[in-house]
């Protein structure tokens, strides 16, 4: 339940009034490393709408003490808050009094949270968060309404600088992090970086000021944002834009094999697309089952499996399987076949999921079988199952038998015209079925994408996706998968829309807004637990500087300047005074 705040539960209750202009898989979330970075990037070359999308993400994942930890739900680190920390203030500068307040208790966060050595949790924890320390001291937006603030910035700050002084890094990540926090642009200057790296070390030189270039390209948004921060290559800011992900930029949230799985239900086949391309990103050990198990995935991604060949440490139902694989590539499966018909007992194979399994493989091949003693075992098995009581517990034993199995069982039965177990079986099924539609592992256990994905598999073999049990499971996959999407304008019910006026927040509005003397919109749909932000320019977002020591320089020019008039107007006057 971790993770109820804008990725999941998100899509269980919206309205079905709205004219939705697309439906899209949702199967990312944000994480504050990729969507910080992206910021300070996409505020480097300008592009502020990006900046203001990405900065209300950030807001919307934040903890209720103003502090982020790497992606929505997870434990607060200062590494992570004080990238998030970094991101506002560029922010702020678009859109000040929008994202001030968290600034100032982000930072007062990062004090509290402070070693007495200086240090947090470990070494970029402490680099980073005397990187962040270092910009809000030197911004604009550090409030005078908490008095010492600033005096207890700057110990902290001194105390994490003395920290880093003393301790070294202990990789070339660490050792990055901390020329950046000392200004050491020597040290990195003599660093010779590979990879994901070498976008690191760009960005440390150039945010000291250097001017960089890159050659490489970079698979994740992090290094990419860093690589765009560099150079300002055009290059890198399409990548960057490309993954982007409604407003954000984050990691592939739910299961491959889970999208996977759910591909097979009618409807739901674009998932493999989504899907496939990280199939292969899966580690695979060598044993045989799990060569058998991820055969059938291989296939929905039109990839050939590597197929086991000793048989002997695999389940039935898993030769079964090898068999039915071997089948959809027209390949010979009667070593498989024989195999499971010599190992049978007496009708069975083990258990009554496992028999289930091989009956159905068995019958869909065609293959001249016996049937008879081992539907009278599924049978028996099924009443002694629902029969029975958990000595333990006393509760039906059928309670701790998955729900799969009897959906499985329920396609056997209905090949078979067994109609009495077949109706039991669907009992069963409705039973566990909850009232959003999705099915339970267990009775009244907790519900999964791949539980129901697999018994809506089992029902549609059946022919039974006419069904309403069928029918509310696919709503179930549907609401939790996919995001709809309204068109973003001035309008969009039940959104919440930020306004910018002037490089201002000018406050906000639910339902709509009136663009006119705007520099543009931020939309929030759904206004609680958002599913995408939306930036829309108007008359254009500008951004001023953020740094207080700016202004502080041209305000010493003025001085000197305005000095320089003075003195020359008084050796002036005084010539004049002696002529007379």
């Known amino acids: 339940m971790k993770r109820i705040l804008a990725v ?12 939705f202009a697309e439906i899209r898989p949702y199967v990312y979330e944000p994480t504050v490393p990729d969507t910080a970075f992206a910021v300070l990037a996409m505020y480097k070359v300008g592009e502020y709408e990006k900046v203001l999308e990405g900065c209300e993400w950030l807001m919307a994942i934040r903890t209720p003490f103003d502090s982020w930890g790497y992606a929505y739900g997870e434990d607060h680190e200062a590494k992570y808050t004080a990238m998030a920390i970094m991101a506002l203030i560029r922010g702020e500068s678009v859109a000040r009094g929008r994202y001030g307040d968290v600034i100032n208790s982000a930072a007062y966060w990062l004090i509290y949270k402070q070693n007495p050595d200086g240090s947090w949790n470990d070494y970029i924890d402490t680099a980073l968060a005397a990187v962040a320390l270092k910009e809000v001291l030197q911004s604009k937006y550090l409030t005078t309404e908490m008095p010492g603030l600033r ?75 860093m690589a765009l921060y560099a150079t300002g290559e055009e290059r890198y800011k399409e990548k960057l834009m490309e993954m982007e992900h409604f407003g954000f930029w984050g990691k592939l949230h739910y299961r491959v094999l889970d999208l996977l799985d759910v591909s097979r239900i009618k409807g ?139 959906s499985q069982a329920a396609v056997v039965f209905k090949q078979f015209g067994m109609n009495g177990e077949f109706n039991v079986t669907l009992n069963v099924l409705r039973e566990r079925q909850y009232p959003n539609g999705a099915f339970s592992y267990t009775h009244q256990s907790v519900t999964g994408i791949t539980t129901t994905a697999s ?35 001035p309008e969009v019910q039940n959104a919440t829309f930020l306004m910018i006026k002037g490089g201002t927040y000018a406050g906000n509005s639910t339902g709509g807004v009136i663009p006119s003397g705007l520099d543009g919109y931020v939309v929030i749909y759904p206004s609680d637990n958002p599913l995408t932000i939306k930036a829309v320019e108007v008359g254009g977002f500008t951004a001023e500087s953020p740094w207080a020591q700016e202004k502080t320089e041209y305000v010493r020019v003025v001085i000197v300047i305005a000095g320089l008039f003075l003195a020359m107007y008084a050796v002036i006057w005084i010539e004049n005074r002696k002529r007379s």
């Open 455 to 489: 018994i809506l598999w089992n029902l549609q073999i059946a022919g039974l996706d006419n069904t309403d049990l069928y029918k509310r499971g696919v709503d179930f996959l549907r609401r939790v998968l996919y995001a709809d999407l309204p068109e973003i304008g």
């Open 8 to 19: 999941v539960l998100i899509l269980l209750a919206y309205s079905s009034t709205l004219a």
């Open 268 to 406: 739901f086949e674009e998932l493999r697309g989504t899907a496939c391309p990280y199939l292969e990103g899966i580690p695979l050990t060598e044993e045989e089952w799990q060569k058998a198990v991820y055969a059938h995935y291989y296939l929905l991604c039109s990839k050939r499996p590597e197929l086991p060949e000793n048989y002997t440490s695999l389940l039935p139902w898993q030769v079964a399987e090898v068999a039915r694989v071997k089948a959809l590539l027209n390949e010979h499966y009667s070593g498989e076949v024989e195999y499971l018909i010599t190992n049978s007992e007496n009708g069975s194979w083990g258990d009554f999921y496992n028999t289930a399994y091989v009956v159905w493989v068995l019958k869909s091949l065609n293959v001249s079988y016996d049937y008879e003693k081992s539907l009278e075992y599924l049978s028996e098995n099924l009443t002694w199952l629902l029969s029975e009581k958990n000595p333990e517990t006393g509760d039906p034993l059928y309670y701790s038998t998955p729900t799969y199995y009897f």
């Open 151 to 225: 005096e207890q910035l700057k110990k902290g700050l001194n105390r994490a600088i003395g920290w880093l002084e003393l301790n070294g890094p202990q990789n070339d990540e660490e050792r990055i992090f901390r020329d950046i926090a000392l200004g050491d642009k020597n040290d990195l200057k003599g660093l010779k970086m590979e990879g994901e790296l070498a976008a690191y070390r760009a960005f440390a030189l150039a945010y000291l000021g250097e001017k960089v270039s890159l050659s490489e390209d970079f698979s994740t948004p992090m290094a990419t944002a």
